[in-house]
């Protein structure tokens, strides 16, 4: 259904480029980056992952995706830390990267013009259906766009957003799964209009 970058078969030698992996909660977007960072690994590349310090959602050093498989990960403050840690890496694997303030726009750019492979992964909303901090720009400067979707809950269709169930004043939408539910286009407006 989507098209998978050529991963392991990296034509360029030298060349690096950008993947972004996107969709809603519970679309599989952190499932898909394991998937890439598995198939590197069997590949022997040499793999750097990276989350920032505010998800603290299941862990603080592993990527964790909602059916409970995980990978180690380094945890980063700010996006200039992923370029300081992964000068030895060819594949840069980063997580929940909605988070991350705008440079990790320009950081991306930096370590694929640097010839590595760059997986991001990130919600592209917000619990508002708006555009998600530097998501929308890293769609736009990479190579490759995957959007996947969800279940929704309501009906059982194609999800594409995040619902927050419990109305709350905070901004930052923090991954507490309970607080969330997949719902496609109409389930959503119907109660965020
Ligand atoms: P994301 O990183 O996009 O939040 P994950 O990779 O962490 O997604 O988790 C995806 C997994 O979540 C699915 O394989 C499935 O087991 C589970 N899941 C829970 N609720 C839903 C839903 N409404 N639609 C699809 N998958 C769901
Ligand atoms: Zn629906």
Same mark, same amino acid.
């Given at each position: ?6 991963? !392991?078969?990296? &034509? ?7 993947? $972004? ?7 599989? %977007? ?6 890439? $960072?598995?198939?590197?690994? +069997?590949?022997?590349?040499? =793999? #750097?992952?990276? %989350?920032?310090? =505010? ?6 050093? %592993?990527?964790?995706?909602?059916? @409970? ?10 996006? =200039? %830390?992923? /370029?300081? !840690? ?7 694997? +980063? ?6 303030? /705008? @440079? ?13 492979? $760059? +997986?991001?992964?990130? &919600?592209?909303?917000?619990? &508002? ?18 959007? &996947?979707?969800? +279940? ?7 999800? *594409?957003? *995040?619902?927050? $169930? ?7 939408? /923090? ?15 119907? #109660?965020?209009?």
């Amino acid at each position: 259904m989507f098209t998978e970058p050529f991963i !392991q078969d990296k &034509l360029n030698k030298e060349a690096g480029w950008i993947e $972004v992996i996107t969709g809603p909660m519970f679309s599989g %977007k952190t499932e898909e980056l394991m998937r890439r $960072v598995r198939r590197a690994r +069997i590949a022997n590349q040499n =793999i #750097e992952i990276f %989350k920032p310090e =505010i998800d603290s959602r299941y862990d603080k050093v %592993k990527v964790v995706s909602h059916d @409970e498989s995980s990978m180690e990960s380094k945890v980063v403050k700010s996006p =200039i %830390k992923i /370029l300081d !840690q992964s000068s030895k890496a060819e594949v840069v694997a +980063i997580d929940e990267i909605q988070f991350f303030d /705008l @440079e990790i726009i320009e950081i991306t750019k930096e370590l694929a013009n640097n010839g590595k492979r $760059v +997986i991001v992964a990130g &919600l592209d909303k917000d619990y &508002l259906g708006k555009p998600f901090g530097p998501v929308p720009g890293l769609m736009t400067t990479s190579e490759f766009v995957t959007k &996947l979707h969800a +279940i929704c809950v309501k009906c059982g269709g194609l999800a *594409s957003f *995040s619902f927050r $169930v419990k109305p709350s004043s905070e901004k930052i939408l /923090l991954g507490a799964t309970e607080e969330y539910e997949a719902r496609c286009r109409n389930c959503f407006y119907a #109660e965020n209009a």
